[in-house]
């Protein structure tokens, strides 16, 4: 993407304000990109790199939400 990834742009729009960001299905990622996704949440910084460059944006003000349908059957034969 010569124009960057939509989560990538919406990281570099609201760099250092209030956000949320929503991961469906997290559980349905590989391992690199679990570890590439969760590293913001560590450090509060995100990092793209863009036609050779890499850029750092402040997403420490940032909400992250995960959600996930692991488990799901046992979840609604407890709730039945």
Known sequence: HAEGS??????????????????EEF??????ARE??????ES???????S????HFDCSNMIFIMT???QNEQITNYIQ
């Open 6 to 23: 939509p989560l990538a742009n919406f990281m570099q729009k609201y760099s250092g304000r209030v956000g949320v960001v929503v991961f």
């Open 44 to 50: 509060g910084e995100w990092s793209n790199k863009k």
């Open 68 to 70: 996930s349908n692991y």
């Open 36 to 41: 590439a996704l969760l590293h913001p949440l």
């Open 27 to 32: 559980e349905k990622l590989g391992e690199a």
């Open 52 to 55: 050779g460059t890499i850029s």
